[in-house]
């Protein structure tokens, strides 16, 4: 049996234009598949949202409250939360002449990591200054890890405190 085609039909024939044909319906395959995937990742956060809304997000600082640590002295620093959040300043003294940029990591007792700042360099006191909510704290004991960077860029440990949130 011997078909013709009309001749508009035989342009689309070619070999160069099936696989153009073929190669544009794998990017429409692999496309939809890859909007499937992130649409699940997007889904999974949601429910991540949702169920941190049900805990309950940051609230808004209703005071400050500024504290003054010497983290070489190695004593436990109290700070009482309160049922209102508010804003700690911490003012970290680290007279050092062989530093002159710190790192700090905060963290629960367990080993949680809590906050981690990059490259702090102190004031004119010789302070570092590091400010938080305190509705991101449960009750509990964290350390406040302090290290400098040498000058070759190696870090250091400087000192190391314990902080105690409670009322809340």
């Known amino acids: 049996m011997n078909v013709e ?21 794998l990017v429409l395959a692999l496309a ?3 909007t499937a995937w992130r649409w699940n990742m997007a889904l999974d956060r ?5 169920a941190q809304a049900a805990v309950g997000f940051l609230r808004p600082p209703s005071s400050t409250q500024t504290l003054r640590i010497d983290p070489r002295a190695g004593r436990l620093t109290g ?15 680290v007279n050092s002449d062989r530093f002159d940029r710190f790192r700090i990591a ?7 990591a809590i906050l981690h700042t990059e490259r702090l360099a102190p004031d004119s006191n010789g302070d570092l200054h590091l400010g938080f909510n305190t509705s ?3 009750d509990g004991i964290y350390r406040l ?24």
């Open 145 to 168: 890890r302090i290290e400098g960077y040498t000058r070759r860029g190696e870090l250091e440990k400087y000192a190391e405190s314990r902080l105690s949130v409670s009322g809340r």
């Open 79 to 93: 700070i009482y939360a309160g049922e209102m959040a508010q804003r700690i300043d911490l003012a970290i003294a």
């Open 136 to 138: 991101m704290l449960p």
């Open 32 to 34: 939809l598949a890859w």
């Open 46 to 50: 949601m429910e991540m949202m949702e």
């Open 5 to 25: 085609y009309p001749e508009w039909m035989g342009h689309y024939q070619k070999p160069q234009v099936l696989a153009g044909g073929a190669a544009l319906i």
């Open 106 to 112: 905060l963290s629960r007792d367990d080993g949680l």
